[in-house]
């Protein structure tokens, strides 16, 4: 059988917990960082066969993967199989001279910057520690370390912000010219502390999330960058650097190819099987301590599971979709519905439809459409 080619880590410490976030994450701990890379291994090397031995794409996720101790750090990525598309996530403050060629000389090739924005007010309404000049000194320590690809993380439906800021934050970042951006909307969680402390501003944003939405893609589309996938954007192959430059890592999850997950809370999806590792640090710690793999959730993906997340995640892309192996997913009266509203477009051989896609429009509407196309 067939082992995956996509391997993501997930190294959940960070040096704070903002208020919106949701994702796996310890504080500090920085007693445990050698520990939990051990962990890592140790999973890895329980997991062997479920990974081809030279894998397409790594991405090292969290948390702050770079608040990571350096040491620890160092021989993760020394002992890790070395991917054709190797990402580590960033937050500015982290990145120093130091760390930049540390990277580059481990073979990491990619880096995504958590910017978020650049507007000082809005950095403290999300509790980010990088300001502004944090992240340009980060960017150009990256640059003469010799990153070629480098992404931004930007957030747009920041309590507080107005098209302005927005329009100055895209501004900020375009000038800067990085080879990918990831624009998301803000989404914080029912219950965090962030909810209570902004759940009126939230839910005046999320009016006008739509025109942010639209404002991002015009904006980002007029400055050279194509928008290959929902929220995110690549700069387009010209004369100068011919390289595709969407994230291969990503386009693994959306064109439905397995993938290993190692860590905690980490979820892996490989031959017909999708489990997600505890979330509990010393539970995993402990397990493969032991020589056993964590605790998991497991689920069985069934083929109706299968072909409904090939579609909704395909369709997120620029590209045709091919309904080859999927067509039963989609519900025709919708189908032919949303044709005739212009948000789909089909090419077909004979009587039956070959590949679907959203319309521009249709993909500025996004997962709506996508909801109702899904028998």
């Known amino acids: 059988m067939s082992a995956a080619r996509h391997l993501y880590v997930h190294l959940p410490f960070c040096a704070h917990r903002c208020g919106y976030c949701d994702f796996v994450t310890a504080v500090g701990r920085l007693d445990q960082h050698e520990a939990y890379v051990d962990a890592l291994l140790a999973e890895l090397e329980l997991g062997r066969n479920l990974l081809v031995a030279a894998p397409e794409t790594v991405f090292l996720?969290?948390?702050?993967?770079?608040?990571?101790?350096?040491?620890?750090?160092?021989?993760?990525?020394?002992?890790?199989?070395?991917?054709?598309?190797?990402?580590?996530e960033a937050n500015p403050e982290t990145v120093n001279q130091e760390l930049a060629r540390l990277l580059r000389s481990l073979g990491v090739n990619r880096v995504s910057l958590g910017v978020q924005s650049?507007?000082?007010?809005?950095?403290?309404?999300?509790?980010?520690?990088?300001?502004?000049?944090?992240?340009?000194?980060?960017?150009?320590?990256?640059?003469?370390?010799?990153?070629?690809?480098?992404?931004?993380?930007?957030?747009?439906?920041?309590?507080?912000?107005?098209?302005?800021?927005?329009?100055?934050?895209?501004?900020?970042?375009?000038?800067?010219?990085?080879?990918?951006?990831?624009?998301?909307?803000?989404?914080?969680?029912?219950?965090?502390?962030?909810?209570?402390?902004?759940?009126?501003?939230?839910?005046?944003?999320a009016e006008a999330m739509e025109e942010y939405f639209e404002l991002v893609v015009e904006r980002l589309k007029s400055a050279g960058y194509r928008w290959y996938e929902t929220a995110n954007f690549c700069?387009?192959?010209?004369?100068?650097?011919?390289?595709?430059?969407?994230?291969?890592?990503?386009?693994?999850?959306?064109?439905g190819r397995d993938y290993l997950g190692l860590g905690i809370g980490a979820v892996s999806t490989i031959r017909g099987r999708r489990w997600r590792n505890t979330p509990r640090l010393g539970t995993y710690m402990r397990s493969l301590e032991h020589g056993e793999p964590p605790a998991r959730e497991v689920e069985l993906l069934s083929g109706d599971v299968v072909r409904r997340e090939r579609l909704?995640?395909?369709?997120?892309?620029?590209?045709?979709?091919?309904?080859?192996?999927?067509?039963?997913?989609?519900?025709?009266?919708?189908?032919?519905r949303l044709r005739r509203l212009g948000l789909v477009a089909e090419e077909q051989e004979g009587f039956e439809a070959d590949t679907l896609s959203l319309t521009a429009r249709g993909r500025l509407l996004g997962g709506g459409v996508t909801a109702?196309?899904?028998a």
Not at 235 to 255: A, K, M, T
Not at 320 to 336: F, H, R
């Open 235 to 255: 700069r387009l192959p010209d004369g100068d650097d011919p390289r595709d430059l969407r994230s291969r890592h990503n386009l693994g999850y959306w064109l």
């Open 312 to 336: 909704m995640l395909g369709l997120r892309l620029d590209e045709p979709l091919s309904l080859t192996g999927i067509a039963d997913a989609v519900d025709p009266a919708a189908l032919s």
């Open 372 to 374: 109702d196309l899904l």
């Open 61 to 88: 996720g969290g948390g702050t993967p770079t608040f990571t101790q350096p040491r620890a750090l160092e021989r993760l990525l020394r002992e890790l199989p070395q991917g054709e598309e190797v990402t580590v």
């Open 118 to 205: 650049f507007r000082p007010h809005l950095l403290n309404v999300l509790e980010r520690v990088a300001g502004p000049d944090t992240v340009r000194r980060a960017f150009y320590h990256l640059r003469d370390a010799g990153f070629d690809n480098i992404s931004f993380d930007l957030i747009y439906g920041i309590p507080g912000q107005s098209t302005s800021d927005l329009e100055a934050d895209l501004g900020e970042a375009i000038e800067l010219d990085p080879e990918h951006l990831s624009c998301y909307e803000l989404e914080a969680k029912p219950g965090t502390r962030f909810t209570h402390a902004h759940g009126v501003e939230l839910a005046e944003q």
